[in-house]
């Protein structure tokens, strides 16, 4: 039981690691965001987009390498044409969830949000790398892929409401409505993850729904 208790508490301090980790790119280019726009030249710019883009990539590698080590037998990295159907039902679910939810979002006052769409606005196009990309492999890896093969893995319902509820969570904001949006999202994914047995298909989905959202934004 003791043994049981000190790999649960390792796990926690690993995932807030992770997390931390994984949040460490966006807090760069916030930091450069924060600056007047006097100050914010286009050496300086240049300068943080590549080194966000290269700490962003070095991350999700050395996160997927992570992953190799700490998933379960019941995982894989196979991937099949048997596996788009339920890709395929889990974004038609997210069309559905982001459609019922997001006129009812508040416009404004959305931290998120507001801190992405600022942050998109002073790096431009090295933002759309980690926005399509990078950070759907980075939020699956870590809410799929360490959280579901760490935390309940007996209780599948357990297993897959936390993943969905720290989802959301992460996704701190005091719209209530944008959380609900974010746990249903997360729920979808962590569906996926659990019935197809492979990250690569919740990344999928989760790059399909981003750029489904971008799509409507441009």
């Known amino acids: 039981m003791e043994v049981a208790r000190i790999k649960h508490f390792k796990h926690i301090i690993c995932?807030?690691?992770l997390l931390i980790m994984q949040q460490?790119?966006?807090?760069?280019v916030?930091?450069?965001a924060a600056l007047?726009?006097?100050q914010r030249t286009t050496h300086?710019?240049?300068?943080v987009g590549w080194l966000f883009l290269i700490l962003t990539i070095g991350i999700t590698i050395l996160m997927w390498y992570l992953y190799q080590k700490v998933k379960g037998p019941q995982y894989h990295n196979h991937f099949s044409k048997a596996h788009w159907r339920p890709i395929l039902i889990g974004f038609v679910a997210m069309l559905v969830i982001n459609n019922l939810t997001v006129p009812f979002m508040q416009k404004t006052g959305n931290a998120n949000v507001d801190g992405l769409v600022q942050i998109f606005a002073v790096l431009g196009i090295f933002m759309l790398p980690y926005t399509l990309i990078l950070g759907p492999m980075m939020e699956e890896?870590?809410?799929?892929?360490?959280?579901m093969n760490w935390f309940f893995v007996k209780?599948?319902?357990?297993n897959?409401?936390?993943s969905a509820l720290l989802f959301g969570l992460v996704h701190v904001s005091t719209d209530p409505i944008y959380f609900i949006s974010k746990a249903l999202l997360g729920l979808v994914l962590a569906i996926v993850y659990y019935r197809t047995k492979t990250i690569k298909s919740s990344i999928i989905l989760h790059v399909l729904n981003n750029l489904s959202a971008g799509l409507t934004i441009f």
């Open 24 to 28: 460490i790119p966006l807090l760069l």
């Open 44 to 47: 300086l710019i240049l300068t």
């Open 15 to 17: 995932f807030i690691l």
């Open 155 to 158: 209780s599948p319902i357990l």
């Open 141 to 147: 890896l870590l809410f799929r892929g360490f959280l």
């Open 36 to 38: 007047p726009k006097a």
């Open 160 to 162: 897959i409401m936390t």
């Open 30 to 32: 916030g930091s450069l």
